[in-house]
């Protein structure tokens, strides 16, 4: 009985040929995120000095190291139906459910405000309509979060590639990106930003953990 299928078979491939398949690459540097916080939160933003619609631009670029979500699936092992086997059978898809942001903090400090804001507005300490920050203080201070619904919001990344987007020449063609719709997210984590006498030249980094239920990956192409 002859062997089923079949491997590649070697042979011979030119050099052009393999340059333009091989170095032809993408790279990780050029990508854009969208943060988009929700009505509220953006409300209570605003009291506090920071217009989305003005100051979200400059703290989306200031994301200088981010990542693509993952994704798996859970299985269930099936060991008696062959003998000497064991097969993992998929059943259900899993997400990751956070993604890490860094950013470069501005001399505002509005990304941390931003950040620091949006998560004052998820524990209680403020809403919309006002800044309870001030009752924060005192010793018998307690909190009472908002509706999960008020504080989350559905975030993008953008990856692409350069002169996307472009039609400098006729012959130069647009690139495809890759979308990333992080649904119901939110700030979980801000991690303690780091002081040191170090060097002049170094920057005042934030990571920003997001929290988020699942995503929708799509690939957009200009044709």
């Known amino acids: 009985m002859p062997f089923p299928g079949g491997g590649p078979a070697p042979g011979p491939v030119k050099t ?3 340059k333009s398949k091989i170095l032809n690459i993408a790279t990780p540097n050029s990508y ?3 943060l988009q916080p929700p009505p509220l939160v953006n409300a209570l933003l605003a009291s506090r000095g920071i217009i989305y619609s003005i100051d979200g631009q400059n703290i989306e670029f200031r994301c200088h190291r981010t990542s693509l979500p993952g994704t798996s699936f859970l299985t269930h092992s099936v060991s008696s139906d062959i003998q000497g086997q064991v097969e993992e059978i998929p059943y259900r898809r899993g997400y990751d459910t956070e993604i ?3 950013f470069i903090v501005d001399p505002d ?4 405000s931003f950040f620091e804001s949006w998560q004052d507005f998820m ?3 403020a809403d919309g309509g006002a800044d309870n920050l001030a009752a924060y203080y005192g010793v ?3 909190y009472r979060p908002n509706y999960y619904d ?3 919001a559905d975030i993008f990344i953008t990856k692409f590639e350069k002169d996307t987007g472009t039609d400098i020449k ?3 063609k647009q690139k495809p990106e890759i979308e990333v719709n992080l649904l119901k997210a939110y700030p979980k984590l801000i991690a303690p930003i780091e002081l040191s006498y170090g060097p002049a030249g170094e920057f005042l980094n934030m990571d920003v953990t997001m929290g988020y239920s699942r995503y929708v990956k799509r690939r957009i192409t200009t044709t």
Do not use: F, Q, W
Not at 109 to 112: A, C, I, M, Q
């Open 100 to 102: 890490t942001m860094s």
């Open 140 to 142: 018998g201070a307690t």
């Open 16 to 18: 052009t040929a393999l």
């Open 123 to 125: 524990s209680g300490m």
């Open 109 to 112: 400090y509005k990304v941390v």
């Open 32 to 34: 854009i995120v969208r």
């Open 150 to 152: 008020d504080y989350i």
């Open 170 to 172: 006729s012959n130069r």
